[in-house]
């Protein structure tokens, strides 16, 4: 009897989500809630002698799917799921035998070694279109296999594993930087078996680790893999809030990441200040491209800005352009800082007189709103733009 109550003592010790650490110095307890299993798009930590049916979190978890065929019958015939594992790494593997497996599940697949431990996120028909989606041929043999729906012991493994993650990657931090190793360690991905682990690092420069992998491998006492990634991929695995007031894209949905110009921002006509264009990744910002191809549509209803407009008191330059006005300003080449807004058909008729060797008067006669453009210094806190190139 005595030996089962320390079994439901330790039982009902696992189970519970916020572990509890005792501070000496402030001589109270602290709740330090276990969240390491979040960025796996869990809703908790897995929990080995209970249910983990409703386990997997749907929205706010990044590259979170939502199975909009969800209302119809799925078809399992072609075998493949999509596992989900750490962060933004996902697989596509295949089934084995008449086991049917639903989302949520978590299984053991293969690894190289070993096995790994990850949760499914889609089957049926989904998955079909998420591999045309990025090139992946459901014939193809690269495509590796699903052991079985994890059992207790694995999830224990796994568990244990992934508390080792965060204390991994500060000691691995400390040890770069005994060794002066113009690096930084972003992340630590354990393997569910416990006998790999990924280091993910950004570098300005080519780093030479052997001497730390051998350190890292006395360590830990299992695989390393070094693994680097760029800032933009450093942004999505930290997460944050951007300046919309949402969470960022790149750790929510983005999984591409295209080259961002400031031809975008001087297209969609915004200010040229780096402190408003950059990320928190220190780069232009992703959203910069979600609107540029609509604005270049918008341009093409515009006359070609380069043209001068000629007056008998003078010549006109362009200054700005309002897009959803549909509205350019227009400004004297001798007085820069007094604007006028033209609608663009005043414009070309404007250019279709001058070809014609017909200039107007003036061209407040055509303007209906006028400005005093402010006088702009170049303060301190603003960077050159060209730091982005």
Request: with cysteine; charged share 30%.
């Amino acid at each position: 009897m005595e030996e089962q109550k320390n079994n439901t003592e330790n039982i009902q010790e696992v189970n519970n989500e916020p572990s509890q650490e005792f501070n000496q110095e402030q001589t109270h307890y602290i709740s330090t809630p276990k969240n390491n299993f979040i960025s796996r798009g869990c809703c908790r930590e897995p929990k080995p002698y209970q249910s983990n049916i409703n386990l997997l979190r749907n929205g706010c978890a990044k590259l979170d799917t939502f199975n909009w065929l969800k209302e119809y019958p799925e078809n399992q015939e072609e075998g493949i799921v999509e596992v989900r594992f750490k962060n933004s790494r996902k697989d596509f593997f295949k089934t084995q035998g008449d086991v049917l497996y639903e989302v949520g599940d978590i299984v053991a697949v293969e690894a190289s070694p070993g096995h790994d431990i990850g949760i499914v996120t889609l089957t049926g028909e989904l998955v079909k279109r998420q591999m045309k989606k990025k090139g992946v041929v459901v014939e193809s043999e690269e495509i590796k296999k699903v052991y079985r729906k994890a059992r207790l012991t694995d999830i224990e493994k796994w568990v244990s594993s992934v508390e080792n993650e965060s204390s991994a990657m500060f000691r691995t931090r400390k040890i770069s930087r005994e060794l002066k190793l113009n690096m930084k360690v972003n992340d630590v991905e354990y393997q569910g078996d416990n006998t790999k682990a990924i280091f993910y690092y950004t570098a300005e420069e080519r780093v030479d680790f052997r001497e730390l992998i051998k350190v890292l491998a006395d360590e830990f006492r299992v695989r390393i893999e070094m693994r680097q990634i760029g800032v933009r991929q450093e942004a999505a695995r930290l997460g944050g809030i951007g300046t919309c007031g949402r969470e960022l894209c790149c750790s929510n949905w983005l999984s591409d990441f295209h080259t961002v110009t400031t031809g975008a921002a001087r297209v969609q006509q915004l200010s040229l200040n780096p402190q408003k264009l950059a990320g928190q990744c220190g780069k232009l910002k992703c959203c910069l491209n979600y609107e540029y191809d609509t604005y270049l549509d918008a341009l093409k209803e515009f006359p070609n800005n380069e043209t001068v407009l000629r007056f008998k008191n003078g010549d006109a330059t362009h200054q700005k352009t309002d897009i959803f006005k549909k509205t350019m300003w227009y400004a004297y080449t001798n007085d820069q800082s007094n604007l006028m807004a033209l609608p663009i058909a005043s414009v070309r008729e404007i250019i279709e007189k001058n070809a014609k060797r017909i200039f107007p008067e003036k061209l407040d006669d055509f303007a209906f709103t006028q400005e005093r453009k402010a006088d702009f210094e170049n303060l301190n806190a603003q960077d050159d733009l060209t730091r982005f190139d």
